[in-house]
């Protein structure tokens, strides 16, 4: 029987996505959702039991006992596919990573155009970190130094990577205890090649402990030395209004998208927009100027620290073509769908590549490089700018939302404690006395298996309701941001009653966006001062947090997921696992599922699962940190003590009348009583 499609509503739950999914359709465009739908996906690659290491397969092991012509058991080809996936993901963030070390070291020796040290508080900070002098010292001069240090840590052969001292101390020694302290960024991910190259590790046991031996050194290696340099060229996030959905193209304007992960460019290309030199090349060109936006993390990272509006989340890439008013996409690495190319035919968007490492067949290239990189930005826009005659019919989905993005883990310390007195304390004390129940890290892609963003969503929403604190990156951020939860007052009449008083108390949105998929360092580090600010135990496992990917989809995430795990939290993604196996016809194929869960819990406190159904998830996220409560010794958490105190009791006593409020507050008869 033929597989039924999808109407647009059952493909997602965002309206403007729904909108430009019915134009494709009366189009005849396809699209991932489309494609999705035409494509079952493999039940024995899904399920982590097909091998094609070697010339002697593909091995397809589908009965009980089988083996590869290798005699490879179905055990250990998961782990194989699991860890080169892992690889991959720790390789795509720490080549990132190593990127920005070199425009960092370009930056200080005055050697890239347009970019400099934005952020010298933070170049201070980070400096400290590594014992690299700073007093007396130019910003320069300890870029350098810094940059350097960070340059070594991806070929370092011997030792530890520098960044691991940033982990809580008891952490560090969970790692020593197990042998998977990263030597080097590239040493780790170059052996986890080596370890599954036919005739190599095969036990699979040991195949994970080097999993988690690589993800560390992306965790804790390139995608920590990401966000350092991001923060020190960029200037380290803070709160800022932005706005999000296709309703943020403009129809008067050149729209220009910028998509893919780095900021660099990014960066650049928001300069040269503002200047005068482009204003007047786009008004020449009969448009009112350039409107920028951007897709997936290239979006959160210039949303963030510029507040320049994010068009959508992984799967809005072909639709805010399918507007027909984007006359450029500017592509940079990662999450970059080759159907772009194919789709912008039936418009006149140009497909601009730039990176040196990707480049899609029909596309423009234009390559960047830091040392001419406004030069370069200018060029682009221009191109952009010069295809502003060629639009034909536009459709715009009239759909955005407002949202305050830019919580980075500095920022979040500051608005705890306050210019002089910046902590985590109140957070923990919020935590402890059962304001708040937990903390929620709800971050990754979009699927389109599964219908766009409602898992997201759905989950978020959920945490909210019981009084779980959800912090997001990646496209989940996205996909709340789109949703209204990541404004102060907007999300809160969806917030449970504890948490609701905490953010009306500070003044923070219930879900705090915090970055790009690079930046869950981020969380880490925020998990990290939670400890160190102590009454929550002395290391990451002890801490009521979850971390969910409820629309995954990357290998990125399963790398974020693992150095997670081996960070200590419960992890938990959506969709289906990659190393479920076919219990049914393989009688020992969950070994590995149980060695990333309850085996990597036995040595790391840690575990990552694969939960399908949403209800599912939110009920072992709150089973878990209810757990973490109990474990802590703190009191069970109960709705019920709170939403009588704070702002909103405030609110409610100012809108009585003077007698009544006196009344109210100081317990006096109500006058003429
Ligand atoms: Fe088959 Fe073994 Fe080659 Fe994998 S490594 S394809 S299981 S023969
Ligand atoms: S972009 S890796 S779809 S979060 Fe970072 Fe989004 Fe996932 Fe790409």
């Keep these: 029987m033929a597989k039924k499609k999808r109407t647009p509503q059952e493909f997602s739950t965002d309206p ?21 739908d035409d494509m079952a996906p493999c039940n024995i690659g899904s399920a982590g039991m097909c091998c094609k290491i070697c010339g002697m397969g593909p091995c397809r092991l589908t009965k009980d006992g089988s083996t590869g012509i290798c005699g490879a058991t179905i055990d250990t080809i998961q782990a194989r596919n699991l860890i080169r996936a892992i690889a991959a993901g720790a390789a795509a963030h720490s080549d990132h990573g190593r990127d920005m070390a070199f425009t960092l070291k370009a930056a200080a020796n005055g050697e890239a155009e347009g970019y400099y040290i934005r952020d010298v508080a933070k170049l201070r900070t980070v400096a400290g970190y590594y014992d690299i002098e700073v007093e007396g010292r130019s910003p320069e001069e300890i870029a350098n130094e810094l940059a350097d240090l960070y340059i070594a840590q991806f070929g370092q052969q011997k030792g530890v990577i520098a960044p691991i001292r940033r982990a809580p101390k008891k952490r560090q020694k969970v790692w020593e205890e197990q042998g998977v302290l990263p030597r080097g960024v590239d040493r780790e991910t170059v052996e986890a090649l080596h370890r599954t190259h036919i005739g190599d590790d095969q036990d699979p046991e040991h195949i994970l402990q080097h999993a988690i031996k690589t993800a560390l050194a992306d965790g804790w290696g390139g995608s920590l030395i990401a966000t350092d340099v991001s923060d020190i060229l960029f200037g380290t996030p803070a709160p800022i209004l932005g706005q999000a959905n296709l309703g943020v193209l403009k129809a008067d304007m050149v729209n220009v998208v910028v998509h893919g992960h780095e900021p660099t460019l990014s960066e650049m290309i928001v300069a040269a927009s503002q200047t005068p030199e482009i204003i007047e090349y786009a008004k020449a060109a009969g448009a009112k100027g350039v409107q920028l936006s951007g897709i997936c993390c290239t979006a959160n990272e210039i949303l963030m620290r510029q507040g320049i509006p994010a068009a959508g989340n992984f799967l809005q890439q072909e639709l805010s073509i399918m507007t027909g008013a984007v006359e450029a996409m500017v ?25 040196p490492k990707v480049k899609l067949k029909g596309a423009t290239h234009i390559q960047f490089d830091e040392h001419h990189a406004l030069t370069i930005a200018k060029n682009i826009l221009k191109e952009a700018i010069d295809n502003y005659k060629n639009r034909g019919s536009i459709q715009i989905p009239d759909v955005r939302e407002d949202l305050i993005p830019g ?88 917030v449970g009653p504890g948490l609701k008083e905490v953010c009306e108390a500070i003044g923070i949105p219930p879900v705090l966006h915090m970055g790009s998929c690079v930046d869950n360092t981020r969380i880490l580090t925020v998990l990290t001062q939670i400890v160190e600010e102590g009454g929550l135990g002395d290391d990451i496992d002890q801490v009521p947090a979850v971390g969910l990917a409820p629309e995954w989809m990357s290998e990125k995430a399963l790398s974020i997921g693992t150095y997670c795990v081996a960070s200590g939290a419960y992890v938990i993604f959506g969709g289906t696992s990659p190393v479920s196996g076919m219990p ?87 006058a003429g009583d």
């Excluded at 009084?467 to 990541?486: F, M, N, Q, R």
């Excluded at 996220?621 to 105190?645: C, M, N, Q, V, W």
């Design 16 to 36: 403007a996505a729904q909108e430009m999914l019915i134009r494709a359709e009366e189009l005849g465009i396809g699209t991932a959702f489309t494609r999705a």
């Design 331 to 355: 592509v940079d690495v990662q999450c970059i769908m080759q159907a772009l190319v194919g789709l912008a035919e039936n418009f006149h968007t140009k497909i601009i590549t730039t990176s």
């Design 407 to 494: 919580f980075s883990h500095e920022y979040i310390n500051y608005m705890l404690g306050g210019s002089y007195r910046s902590s985590f304390r109140p957070l923990n004390d919020a935590i402890m006395s059962g304001r708040i129940r937990g903390v929620a890290a709800i971050v990754g892609c979009n699927n389109p298996r599964s219908q766009h963003d409602y898992l997201h969503t759905y989950v978020t929403k959920e945490m909210l309701k019981q009084d779980v604190l959800v912090v997001e990156t990646g496209c989940g951020a996205i996909a709340s941001a789109k949703l209204g939860l990541l404004l102060g007052e907007a999300g809160l009449d969806q």
């Design 584 to 670: 049914d016809k393989v009688s020992d194929s969950d070994l590995v599922s149980g060695l990333i869960s309850e085996g990597w819990e036995e040595l790391y406190g840690g575990k990552l699962e694969f939960i399908a159904d949403p209800d599912e998830m939110i009920k072992a996220t709150l089973e878990h940190i209810d757990k973490k409560r109990a474990a802590l010794g703190l009191p069970e958490y109960d709705p019920k003590r709170f939403g009588e105190s704070g702002d909103a009791r405030m609110l409610e006593l100012e809108a009585l009348p003077l007698s009544e409020r006196k009344a109210a507050i100081y317990g006096l008869p109500v």
